[in-house]
T-cell receptor, first 114, second 109 residues
Framework: NAGVTQTPKFQVLKTGQSMTLQCAQD?????MSWYRQDPGMGLRLIHY???????DQGEVPNGYNVSRSTTEDFPLRLLSAAPSQTSVYFC?????????????FGPGTRLTVL | GQQVMQIPQYQHVQEGEDFTTYCNSS?????IQWYKQRPGGHPVFLIQ?????EVKKQKRLTFQFGEAKKNSSLHITATQTTDVGTYFC?????????FGKGITLSVRP
């Protein structure tokens, strides 16, 4: 199993550009989530999904969209990038949910918005 | 909203010393998890505590959940340079896991 994979590893955008961060898992996990990590701020939940076709907002959802058309994939879309979205983004998955099962994190995407 | 607090954010120890850090929540938690993130890496799940007063050990690491389920501790016995990294606690009353800001441990050889 590859576990949780994320692409790209690094990305530089200009303000106003849009892009999609990819996340995939091959463990047949129902629960997937996106976090951003900023210095001194810990991990903050952006969006999460409890299964295909179901998504919900986390703590910091503004400026981001998600969809979950399959169990395996959970892409994160930045609609119009802003410098405040410069961060490291982690995707994570767990079998049923983060408070019942081990949560596995992907390697992260380091995004810089100029 | 729910807050999970870890203070301080940084701690430096001499190799061989013991290290203890705490995690406090403003609300009662259904469970608490601990993660470790090495520099430049991603968070890795260490353990989950569910029961009031629960204590779990992993080699030199001891984790405890408070009786009121509002706090937790991580104790490392005889720290080694391999213990370097940031340790996060995370608590969840429902489907949204809330992370503390983490404590970054450095170990002087």
């Amino acid at each position: 199993n590859a576990g949780v994979t994320q692409t790209p590893k690094f990305q530089v955008l200009k303000t106003g550009q849009s892009m999609t961060l990819q996340c995939a898992q091959d463990m047949n996990h129902e629960y997937m989530s996106w976090y951003r990590q900023d210095p001194g701020m810990g991990l903050r939940l952006i969006h999460y999904s409890v299964g295909a076709g179901i998504t919900d907002q986390g703590e910091v959802p503004n400026g981001y969209n998600v969809s979950r058309s399959t169990t395996e994939d959970f892409p994160l879309r930045l609609l119009s990038a802003a410098p405040s979205q410069t961060s490291v983004y982690f995707c994570a998955s767990s079998l049923r949910g983060p408070y019942t099962d081990t949560q596995y994190f992907g390697p992260g995407t380091r995004l810089t918005v100029l | 909203g729910q807050q999970v607090m870890q203070i301080p954010q940084y701690q430096h120890v001499q190799e061989g010393e013991d290290f203890t850090t705490y995690c406090n929540s403003s609300t009662t938690l259904s469970n608490i998890q601990w993660y470790k993130q090495r520099p430049g890496g991603h968070p890795v799940f260490l353990i989950q505590l569910v029961k009031s007063g629960e204590v779990k050990k992993q080699k030199r690491l001891t984790f405890q959940f408070g009786e009121a389920k509002k706090n937790s501790s991580l104790h490392i016995t005889a720290t080694q340079t391999t213990d370097v990294g940031t340790y996060f606690c995370a608590g969840s009353p429902e489907s949204k896991l809330t992370f503390g800001k983490g404590i970054t441990l450095s170990v002087r050889p």
